[in-house]
């Protein structure tokens, strides 16, 4: 199988040009693993059920020996992951088609973004060969795409302890990665090359439909499979409703009859008795990111408890409810996916934020396990014990409505200073169109001061995250330099520009710190020499004057504070910095 020794190049090819020593452990571990892997797709096959799990160097290999075979699945290299081995792309066609494709749909499938929860990875690997031995049938006019192991990093880094609370499998890897960054927090930031290599897979896809396996944490009740959905209220108006009205109940329906029952997701505070809350998945998270390109997504959390075949085959037949619904449905979704772009441009707002509304309340029909409160046997104070001789089926809360909380009007065009190259990188790996200013220009755009923010005391995924920003907007005159990029908005990536670029969003390039610098002032004053030049001012101008000492009439800590009254007097100075707190991306109308 000659096909696997090509496969294992790869690892050696890249360290070739370092020390001898790694190369030859590295050809010591391949011949190991060619000679393990003379039927090893098949054996990979059953893994789970020996409550096993493949690790990643086995999972491409078994890609690409089953693209050896079959006409059907074609796996390349896509890109860089920050472990040094490239990211994999599997297409899985019925029409040996493997490049994007207009006329079709496109169902993304993402494994091991924490690679503790490996169930897709196994799922997928069923799924496919299910597809090439002709017991699982695709649509025609369906291309699925997937990475086979997305976080390669935690993938290496395998051990058996990691997951302190989950049931399986022997052995697995480790939610962060090569960085010890969790990805499932990376996808508009794009710290590692693995989240810039997805935006650019997802991109060139532009899928109708995504899947990003994971299994559970939190409280204990009856179901294998919880299902995370994008939040709906985060979707544009059609493809909302067709979630909500017929995709969510055929998948439920169709799992229920599979003997999978799925619940949403059981995001709750202690006992689901207390009923349960829809997730907001910001675009930080993978679902969330694949809403603002108009994707429907779903993160299936297996329950981290129940058995790991279990959990791999719910998961698979997850996976395969959704390919049905494809095949089955009366809905084109290509149409839908150009009505949901097409429905955003005569918005005149854009919602960028938002927070439950505690108010509007569903019933939920839900399988739990009676909750009590016992004494701990190690602080003697009282802990949550979940009784499984106590099953029970009753209704609960479910609160599943998201209200706006901000909302952003967005221009006909952002103007963005080339000096933020790795915003322009992250842009143009998510598809944005852009034009290049040909001269020095001073454009008349609208800007934001920023007046206030919040930021983490503690850096969140390599980040000092800001929120609450608080800015005032303006129209002013702005020099924008040859090559800086003006890019309209009347473009696919409408939704992803607003809630990249916008300051209320939360996700935003400035909330994520790639616009720290206009923080800080660069040049100030020493407080003794502008003493003077601030009496001067005071002298000159009766108005502000007359501010000031009003100011100091009403405000004891500004009256007693020097500092205070000089900063107040500079920032109405002609020595002002006026880039300090200046948000540099204009808005053109
Ligand atoms: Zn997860």
């Keep these: 199988m000659c096909h696997l020794t090509h496969s294992f190049f790869y690892p050696i090819t890249s360290v070739l040009h370092s020390m001898r020593q790694i190369l030859f452990t590295l050809l010591l571990t391949t011949s190991i693993t060619l000679i393990m892997a003379q039927d090893h797709h098949h054996s990979t096959l059953h893994k789970s059920e020996n409550n096993q799990t493949p690790t990643y160097l086995e999972v491409i290999e078994y890609y690409q020996a089953i693209s050896n075979e079959s006409q059907l699945v074609q796996v390349s290299e896509f890109g860089l992951t920050d472990s040094g081995y490239p990211l994999h792309e599997v297409v899985i066609s019925n029409d040996q088609s ?9 169902l993304f499938i993402n494994n091991a973004i924490h690679p503790g929860e490996p169930c897709g990875v196994d799922a997928s690997i069923q799924l496919t060969q299910s597809i090439v031995d002709g017991k699982f ?23 058996s302890h990691s997951r302190a609370n989950q049931n399986g499998p022997e052995e697995y890897g480790f939610r962060g990665n090569a960085k010890n960054l969790d990805l499932n927090r990376d996808f508009i930031k794009c710290d590692s090359r693995n989240a ?21 944490n939190g409280a204990d009740y009856q179901y294998i499979m919880t299902l995370i959905a994008t939040q709906k209220d985060k979707l544009a108006a059609p493809l909302a409703s067709y979630l909500t009205n017929t995709l969510l109940p055929d998948l439920y ?50 329950h981290m408890l129940k058995p790991y075949e279990d959990r791999v085959e719910s998961t698979l037949a997850f996976m395969e409810s959704m390919i049905t619904h494809l095949a089955t449905t009366d809905t084109d979704l290509k149409t839908l996916k150009q009505e949901a772009i097409q429905s955003v441009y005569p918005e005149t707002t854009h919602a960028v934020d938002w927070v439950l509304n505690k108010e509007k309340v569903e019933k939920l029909t839900f399988k739990g396990y009676e909750a ?19 099953p029970y089926t009753k209704e609960i809360d479910f609160y599943n409505t998201y209200q706006v909380i901000a909302a952003v009007s967005i221009p006909k065009a952002y103007v963005i200073p080339q000096a933020y190259a790795k915003v322009i990188d ?36 390599g980040h000092y995250l800001h929120s609450n920003v608080k800015a005032v907007g303006g129209s002013r005159q702005w020099t924008y330099y040859k090559g800086d990029y003006v890019i309209s908005t009347d473009q696919n990536a409408r939704i992803y520009l607003a809630n990249t670029l916008e300051l209320s969003a939360p996700d935003s390039f400035f909330a994520w710190n790639f616009f720290d ?16 030049t601030a009496a001067q001012l005071l002298s000159n101008d009766a108005q502000l ?6 100011k100091k009439e009403e405000d004891t800590d500004f009256a007693n504070d020097a500092k205070a009254q000089l900063d107040y007097l500079y920032e109405q100075s002609v020595n002002a910095e006026p880039t300090y707190l200046l948000y540099p991306v204009g808005g053109l109308n």
Excluded at 137 to 159: A, C, E, K, Q, S
Excluded at 280 to 286: A, G, H, Q
Aim: net charge negative.
């Design 426 to 461: 992250i842009l143009k790996a998510n598809g944005v169109e852009m034009q290049r200013l040909e001269s020095d220009t001073t454009l008349t755009v609208t800007m934001s001061k920023i007046k206030s923010y919040k930021t983490v005391d503690f850096p969140y995924e």
């Design 253 to 302: 329906q169709q799992m229920e009859a599979k003997d999978w029952e799925m619940t949403p997701y059981v995001y709750s505070n202690g006992s689901p008795d207390n009923g349960i809350r829809g997730f907001l998945d910001l675009p930080r998270y993978s679902t969330g990111y694949a809403a603002l390109h108009h994707c429907i997504g779903f993160m299936p959390e297996t």
């Design 196 to 216: 810039l290599s997805f935006n650019q897979l997802f991109t060139k896809w532009s899928p109708h439909v995504f899947i990003d396996n994971h299994t559970s």
């Design 98 to 106: 493997f490049s994007p494709n207009k006329e079709k749909i496109v």
């Design 137 to 159: 049938t695709i649509p025609n006019d369906l291309t699925i795409v997937l990475i086979p192991f997305y976080n390669i990093g935690g993938g290496l880094n395998r051990g």
């Design 517 to 532: 610098g206009i923080l800080m002032q660069k040049e100030h004053y020493s407080a003794y020499v502008f003493e003077d």
């Design 545 to 550: 004057k007359a501010k000031f000492l009003a």
């Design 372 to 390: 009590t409160t016992q004494e701990s046997e190690v602080t003697g104070l009282p802990r949550l014990y979940y009784d499984h001789n106590q």
